[in-house]
């Protein structure tokens, strides 16, 4: 069965850190981009992190700059967000994304976690 299952969310106060992991099973993790989504109540979903898989280069959002990091680990199929410097508007569910372009017409395979709950407050 194909699963991408989040784990670490929680309550932190401003300024804190949390670290997310992506666990991933049923496909073949090293041949998929990897990233994170979010989504707070009542907004659009807005992208966060990236990380090529051919590259290794990683790709974030504005405001996530410099206080988050996403990392992966091919052999134990995980995948990890570092976010530091939390601020009350990083308060979302955050989604494990895993994607890959499967023919020339760049058709593409996209997977995704139930997502887990980010809180930020004081």
């Known amino acids: 069965e194909v699963q991408l299952v989040e784990s670490g969310g929680g309550w932190v106060q401003p300024g804190g850190s949390l670290r997310l992991s992506c666990a991933a099973s049923?496909?073949?993790?090293?041949?998929?981009?990897m990233g994170w989504v979010r989504q707070a109540h009542g907004k659009e979903r807005e992208f966060v992190a990236v990380?090529?898989?051919?590259?290794?280069?990683?790709y974030y959002g504005d405001s996530m700059k410099g206080r988050f990091t996403i990392s992966r680990d091919n052999a134990g199929n995980t995948m990890y967000l570092e976010m530091n410097k939390l601020k009350p508007e990083d308060t979302a569910e955050y989604y494990c994304?895993?994607?890959?372009?499967?023919?020339?017409?760049?058709?593409?395979?996209?997977?995704w976690g139930q997502g887990t709950l980010v809180t930020v407050s004081s």
């Open positions: 990380l090529r898989r051919t590259t290794g280069n990683t």
């Open positions: 049923g496909f073949t993790f090293s041949s998929y981009n």
């Open positions: 994304n895993a994607d890959r372009v499967v023919n020339v017409e760049g058709a593409k395979i996209e997977l």
